[in-house]
């Protein structure tokens, strides 16, 4: 198991499994459904990293080859990779997702650092840069939250960093291993 989301509204438990795709769980019945890319759903990737509500009717899916959004009352899957295509045209392995209170997407992947889709599709892709100490400190990205002062929060494989969309830069909490 790599992630597990539990939707409130619906009770439902949908479980990100790695190798093995996605994985509902009907509170009523206590069926679980699986959803697999080799069973002809549409999933980009059987890793399933991340899972987080989009909108009412979709989640976004974080996989070992981008993003896809799931319509569970269709029980459909579709890439959801285009918004990034002209930032990293080659869909990376995504760990993390967060929709913010202003209505961009972050995406935290494996080695392209962290996106963040604007409301508008404007895309930024935040990197390290051993030169530039108001940058993120790792380009792999393991989670990413948002606290109640609007500051996004992202846990990389070199540390902790806070995003302050006022200055547009990290501040970086480091450790000494």
Known sequence: MRTLYHDA????????????????????????AGY?????????????????RDD???????????IDRFYPAEQRIEAAWDAF????????IVYALLRDG????W?????????????????????????DPGS???NLVYDIIEDSYGDIWVATNGGLNRYRPESRSFQRYTYDA
């Open 9 to 32: 509204p619906t009770g439902r438990l949908f479980i990100g499994i790695e190798g093995a795709g996605l994985s509902v769980r009907d509170p009523e019945t206590g069926r679980i």
């Open 36 to 52: 697999r890319r080799r069973d002809g759903f549409s999933l980009s990737h059987e890793n399933v990293n991340a899972i987080k």
């Open 56 to 66: 009412d009717d979709s989640l976004l899916l974080g996989t070992h080859s981008g």
């Open 85 to 92: 295509a002209d930032v990293i045209p080659e869909p990376p």
């Open 102 to 105: 202003a209505d961009s997407l």
């Open 107 to 131: 995406v935290g992947t494996y080695d392209a650092g962290l996106l963040r889709l604007l409301p508008d599709g404007t895309v930024h892709n935040y990197r390290h840069n051993a030169d």
């Open 136 to 138: 993120l400190s790792n």
